[in-house]
C-alpha cells in the first residue's frame, strides 16, 4: 500500500492497525535519556513531602514541573 493510500484511509477513519508492523513502531522525541542532577537535602525533602501529598513519586513531580516550565518558555 502507497503512503498516499495509508494516510487517506487513516484520515477516513478506516482501520489500519493490520498494515502497521507494530515491532518497529517508534514516538519521535520521546525517547528517554537518563541525566543526574544533585540536590541539596532540603530540596529533596521538599520534593518528596510535595510528591507524597500528590500521590505521585520523586521523579514524576521533577518531570512534570520541569515539562511545565519548558512549555512555558516556548509559548
Do not use: Y
Not at 537518563?34 to 520523586?58: I, K, M, S, Y
Amino acid at each position: 500500500m502507497k503512503a498516499r493510500e495509508f494516510d487517506t484511509r487513516f484520515d477516513e477513519g478506516g482501520d489500519v492497525s493490520g498494515i502497521v508492523d507494530w515491532s518497529k513502531a517508534r514516538r519521535p522525541n520521546l525517547e528517554t535519556r537518563r541525566v543526574n542532577v544533585d540536590f541539596p537535602a532540603w530540596v529533596v525533602e521538599e520534593l518528596d513531602q510535595e510528591a507524597q501529598r500528590l500521590g505521585v513519586t520523586r521523579q514524576a513531580l521533577i518531570k512534570f514541573w520541569i515539562s511545565q516550565r519548558l512549555e512555558t518558555v516556548a509559548d
